[in-house]
């Protein structure tokens, strides 16, 4: 079955204690994101990889790290955790859009992560 | 940066109503999505759309490039469609690469029977 696969579902952890949340995908996809959602601000997206070790910036990337070794996971980093940081995090992958052409493809989403820094 | 703007931000409607969620953009796009996340949290991708049209069973999205500006039509409601429903776009990149989406707030509805 394609899927995406996020661990953990939930997690409940400290200020300063570092964790990574994982995100595996086993569709051969070459785009992967990693977005966070909150009440009144809706999804945003942290970072994304358009390909092994390509990675780059989305719109609030301050406080998380990712790396992308290989294709299927996409690991998502934090690596001293703030209560600000307590949101649900949703990873996401695609196919990778053809450069300069419009054949974007439907994204795949986790069943997201639910942490809470306190 | 684009700004995304969907409306309306709630919408309560009796089973059966055709219902229209709107959604407008900023700046130019190369692709825009509608997504649907259930009360589980859950988000799935019901469309991606660059022109024109598309239908899938009781929904119908479409897209104004010119006037920046999409719909998403729900025929016959059913109250299996309360979800919220996100409108997200991929800006033109002048690079002609992937650029991340640019999300709107959502449209909570809620189908009653």
């Known amino acids: 079955e394609a899927q995406v696969t996020q661990n953990p579902r939930y997690l409940i952890t400290v200020t300063g204690k570092k964790l990574t949340v994982t995100c595996s995908q086993n569709?051969?996809?070459?785009?992967m994101s990693w977005y966070r959602q909150d009440p009144g601000l809706g999804l945003r997206q942290i970072y994304y990889?358009?390909?092994?070790?390509?990675?780059d910036k989305g719109d609030v990337p301050e406080g998380y790290k990712v790396s992308r070794k290989e294709k299927r996971n996409f690991p998502l980093i934090l690596e001293s955790p703030s209560p600000n940081q307590t949101s649900l995090y949703f990873c996401?992958?695609?196919?990778?859009?053809?450069?300069?052409?419009?054949?974007?493809?439907?994204?795949?989403f986790g069943p997201g992560t639910r942490l809470t820094v306190l | 940066k684009n700004e995304v703007e969907q409306s309306p931000q709630n919408l309560t409607a009796q089973e059966g109503e055709f219902i229209t969620i709107n959604c407008s953009y900023s700046?130019?796009?190369?692709?825009l999505h509608w997504l649907q996340q259930h009360p589980g949290g859950g988000i799935v991708s019901l469309f991606m759309?660059?022109?024109g049209k598309k239908k899938h069973g009781r929904l119908i999205a479409t897209i104004n490039i010119q006037e920046k500006h999409s719909s998403l039509h729900i025929t016959a409601s059913h109250p299996r469609d309360s979800a919220v429903y996100i409108c997200?776009?991929?800006?033109?990149?002048?690079?002609?690469?992937?650029?991340?989406?640019?999300f709107g707030k959502g449209t909570h509805l809620i189908i009653q029977p």
């Open positions: 990889s358009m390909n092994v070790e390509v990675t």
């Open positions: 759309l660059s022109s």
């Open positions: 996401a992958s695609s196919l990778y859009p053809a450069s300069g052409g419009y054949s974007y493809n439907e994204q795949f």
């Open positions: 997200a776009v991929r800006s033109l990149s002048s690079g002609g690469g992937a650029d991340g989406l640019t």
């Open positions: 700046v130019g796009i190369s692709a």
């Open positions: 569709m051969n996809h070459e785009y």
